[in-house]
């Protein structure tokens, strides 16, 4: 069982720069792979980064790469994603998830153990 806990949402203008923190607690962290992910009303969640169990492999969404940054510290059991160059379609809820398995992959439907997510907004 891995329990996620996201940190560092806020109101931004656009332009600026956030950076999100997750930690997971459990066992494995250091062999699972780890995403985030955000949502707003009435679309699906969407994949915005991965990063496989030892940072050799990353992912990005077309729509974050160049602007966002993910990294883990697996001492800690954590992992960030620095925002920058904010736009106001990056506003939303932003998710993060550990993955079974340390491969890192965009499909959300691969993700076991979510977070209760946290709040961007870049205002214009």
């Known amino acids: 069982q891995v329990h996620v806990v996201e940190s560092g949402g806020g109101l931004v203008q656009a332009g600026g720069s956030l950076t999100l923190s997750c930690s997971a607690s459990?066992?494995?962290?250091?062999?699972?792979?780890m995403g985030w992910f955000r949502q707003t009303p009435g679309k699906d969640r969407e994949f915005v980064s991965a990063i496989n169990w030892s940072s050799s492999t990353i992912l990005y969404a077309d729509s974050v790469k160049g602007r966002f940054t993910i990294s883990r510290d697996n001492a800690k059991s954590t992992i960030k994603l620095q925002m920058q160059s904010l736009k106001p379609e990056d506003t939303a809820v932003y998710f993060c998830a550990a993955k079974i398995g340390m491969v890192a992959v965009s499909d959300r439907d691969d993700y076991e153990y979510w977070g209760q997510g946290t709040q961007v907004t870049v205002s214009s």
């Open positions: 459990g066992p494995t962290f250091a062999r699972n792979a």
